[in-house]
């Protein structure tokens, strides 16, 4: 949760949701802090080849893709 820190900023909700097996995306709502109006949702599941593409950035890097084989790898690619 982020609140407006300018008179033109937006209030910003991040959820965290499983977007299948043990993958997490991060969903978006930017709310205009006047009307309450939502300005902009940022969705992993419904999002664009560019949403997907930075979707998967976290998975892969941080090992979380392949479970526990995958953990390992990144630590051993890491001290290489």
């Given at each position: ?14 959820m965290?949701?499983?977007i299948?097996?043990?993958?997490l ?56």
């Amino acid at each position: 949760f982020s609140v407006p820190h300018a008179a033109d900023d937006s209030y910003i909700f991040t959820m965290h949701v499983d977007i299948g097996g043990i993958f997490l995306g991060r969903r978006q709502i930017v709310v205009d802090q006047y009307s309450g109006a939502i300005r902009y949702v940022a969705d992993p599941i419904t999002g664009g080849a560019g949403n997907v593409f930075l979707q998967w950035q976290w998975p892969l890097h941080s090992g979380q893709a392949l479970g526990l084989t995958g953990r390992i790898l990144v630590l051993v690619s890491g001290l290489a």
